[in-house]
């Protein structure tokens, strides 16, 4: 079992930045890669970026390369993304997604975290 509990998000305007949270307890936080996703309405549910158990490899799909930034933080159980230069077209709910092993080509786990709304508008 793993639990998860997002934090961050909200409004900024086009150009502004955010940093979202993903909390995990449950099982060991470094024995796992960690995703994030987001899904805009209307749309699938999109892979936006994934870090290793030791943050030594990230992944990052096209459309956010350069300007995201995921980390993690195994002391505090944490993984994080940071946002700068947002588009409005990055306006969608955020979910954090543990994966099932160390690396980031492991399959996903059955677990999500809440969602965080980040909405980009001026």
């Known amino acids: 079992q793993v639990q998860l509990v997002q934090s961050g998000g909200g409004l900024v305007q086009p150009g502004g930045s955010l940093r979202l949270s993903c909390a995990a307890s449950g099982r060991t936080f470094s024995s796992y890669a960690m995703g994030w996703f987001r899904q805009a309405p209307g749309k699938e549910r999109e892979f936006v970026a994934c870090i290793s158990w030791n943050g030594g490899r990230t992944h990052y799909s096209d459309f956010v390369k350069g300007r995201f930034t995921i980390s993690r933080d195994n002391a505090k159980n944490t993984d994080y993304l940071q946002m700068n230069s947002l588009k409005p077209e990055d306006t969608a709910v955020y979910y954090c997604?543990?994966?099932?092993?160390?690396?980031?080509?492991?399959?996903?786990?059955?677990?999500w975290g809440q969602g965080t709304q980040v909405t980009v508008s001026s």
């Open positions: 997604n543990p994966r099932s092993r160390y690396y980031c080509d492991s399959a996903g786990s059955d677990y």
